[in-house]
C-alpha cells in the first residue's frame, strides 16, 4: 500500500478487501459445522449486495445505467449461489469441515478447495463492487467484468490450494503448538 499507492485507491479499506475478507470467509466455510449461522446470511447478505449494487441501487440517481437482464443476475449469481450451495449442504455442513482435518491426503485437498473456491466467488463481490462505484463502472463494462473472472477464481483456487495443502503438512510436522480450530 505505501510502496504503490496507485495500486490501492480505498487505502485501508483495500486492506480489508484484499486480506481480511477472504481469510474470513474461507474459515467460516472450513468451520461451517460450527458457524454456519454466520457464513448462511453472510453468503446470502453478499449476493443480494452483488446483484443490486451499483447499478439498481443508487442506480440512475448517480448515473448508472441497468445491465442487461437476465444476464446480469444469472451471471451474479454465479458468484454466490454455488457458494450457498455448498455452504447449506452437508458438504459444507459436515464433509468440508472433516475432511480439511482429515490425514487421507486426497480428502484435505477437496476440501481445502471447495472451501477455497466457496470463498473465493463470494469474495469477488465485496472485492468488485466498490471499484465499480468508484470508477462508474457503465453496465456494459459490469458484465464483462463478471464474464472475464469467471474462469480466474476457480483457476486461483486450484493454485491457492496447491500451495496452501504442503504449507499445512510442514506446519503438522513442525512440532509447534496447535492453535484452536487450526486444519493442520
Not at 481480511?20 to 468451520?31: C, E, M
Not at 477437496?110 to 470508477?135: D, E
Request: no cysteine; hydrophobic share 55%.
Amino acid at each position: 500500500m505505501f510502496l504503490a499507492p496507485a495500486a490501492f485507491p480505498l487505502g485501508i479499506a483495500d486492506v480489508g478487501l484484499n486480506t481480511v475478507i477472504p481469510a474470513f470467509l474461507v474459515s467460516i466455510i472450513i468451520l461451517n459445522n460450527r458457524y454456519w449461522k454466520i457464513g448462511i446470511p453472510v453468503a446470502i447478505a453478499l449476493g443480494l449486495f452483488g446483484t443490486i449494487f451499483p447499478f439498481y441501487y443508487p442506480g440512475a440517481a448517480l448515473g448508472f445505467d441497468r445491465p442487461p437482464e437476465p444476464l446480469y443476475t444469472i451471471l451474479t449469481a454465479v458468484y454466490w449461489v454455488p457458494s450457498l450451495i455448498i455452504m447449506a449442504s452437508p458438504i459444507g455442513l459436515r464433509l468440508i469441515p472433516k475432511w480439511s482435518v482429515s490425514s487421507d491426503r486426497r480428502q484435505k485437498y477437496v476440501a481445502i478447495f471447495l472451501a477455497i473456491l466457496a470463498a473465493m466467488w463470494l469474495w469477488w463481490i465485496p472485492w468488485t463492487k466498490p471499484y465499480w462505484y468508484l470508477f462508474s463502472y457503465a453496465a456494459a463494462m459490469g458484465v464483462a467484468t463478471t464474464i472475464s473472472y469467471l474462469w480466474w477464481i476457480p483457476a486461483l483456487s486450484l493454485v491457492i490450494t496447491a500451495i496452501t495443502i504442503p504449507l499445512l503438512e510442514a506446519l503438522s510436522r513442525s512440532g509447534l503448538p496447535k492453535v484452536r480450530d487450526a486444519v493442520w
